[in-house]
């Protein structure tokens, strides 16, 4: 089992609608959670992260975790044709120093 | 505010030769990381700097080295390149080291022939 999966993609939705990606990580002991968008060529941009159970919201976005279930998600509300990127899961496992892991990230599309 | 920045944008370089990458943290972070982006592959961890010591490594061959100098500013070489070296990569940087959110630079895209 991968440290960090997220849901395989690519995800299409229509502009305007709810985007939904999805995140599980194997270690319980996880601490920190981070989602990052990233765009072709270009390097991850932080949009947000989430420490505690329950929803975090920042304008159209909306982080959820839930550590007994071992999952986070984040949901992109009115979906935008510039939000089509590759969306990244981070996680500072327990055991880690410094080291984020990853998931495989999720491709965006939102289509007019 | 500037954000982490990194030179150069652009590095080619053939098999064997050694390369180095440039970056230049967040003014009053300590902290500094590289990853590696591969084609196809996920961010794969590489250093952790802070206060000029190297503070946990990633699963990467002894030719890839780095330090971290005064100014928190740091350098990663890369020593008898190989194909399979070609990648984007990224620095970041943070406020304190551990667990502290962590910002990423434009990063580096290196090309070995």
């Known amino acids: 089992q991968k440290e960090v999966e997220q849901n395989s993609g690519p995800l299409s939705v229509p502009e305007g609608a709810i985007a939904s990606l999805n995140c599980t990580y194997s270690?319980?002991?996880?601490?920190?959670f981070f989602w990052y968008r990233q765009y072709s060529g270009k390097s991850p941009e932080l949009i947000m992260f989430?420490?505690?159970?329950g929803d975090k919201e920042d304008g159209r976005f909306t982080a959820q975790l839930n550590k007994a279930s071992q999952y986070v998600s984040l949901l992109i509300r009115d979906s935008q044709p510039s939000d089509s990127a590759t969306y990244l899961c981070?996680?500072?496992?327990?055991?880690?120093?410094?080291?984020?892991?990853f998931g495989q990230g999720t491709i965006l599309t939102v289509h007019p | 505010e500037a954000g982490v920045t990194q030179s150069p944008t652009h590095l080619i370089k053939t098999r064997g030769q050694q390369a180095t990458l440039r970056c230049s943290p967040i003014?009053?972070?300590?902290?500094v990381y590289w990853y590696q982006q591969a084609l196809g592959l996920g961010l794969q961890f590489l250093l952790w700097?802070?206060?000029?010591?190297?503070?946990n490594r990633g699963n990467f061959p002894p030719r890839f080295s780095g330090r971290q100098f005064p100014n928190y500013s740091s350098e990663l070489n890369v020593n008898a390149l190989e194909l399979e070296d070609s990648a984007l990569y990224l620095c970041?940087?943070?406020?304190?080291?551990?667990?502290?959110?962590?910002?990423f630079g434009p990063g580096t895209r290196l090309t070995v022939l």
């Open positions: 989430i420490y505690s159970n």
């Open positions: 970041a940087s943070s406020l304190r080291g551990l667990r502290d959110t962590q910002y």
């Open positions: 270690d319980r002991g996880s601490q920190s």
């Open positions: 003014s009053g972070h300590t902290s």
């Open positions: 700097y802070d206060e000029g010591e190297e503070r």
């Open positions: 981070a996680v500072f496992l327990s055991t880690s120093y410094g080291k984020l892991t």
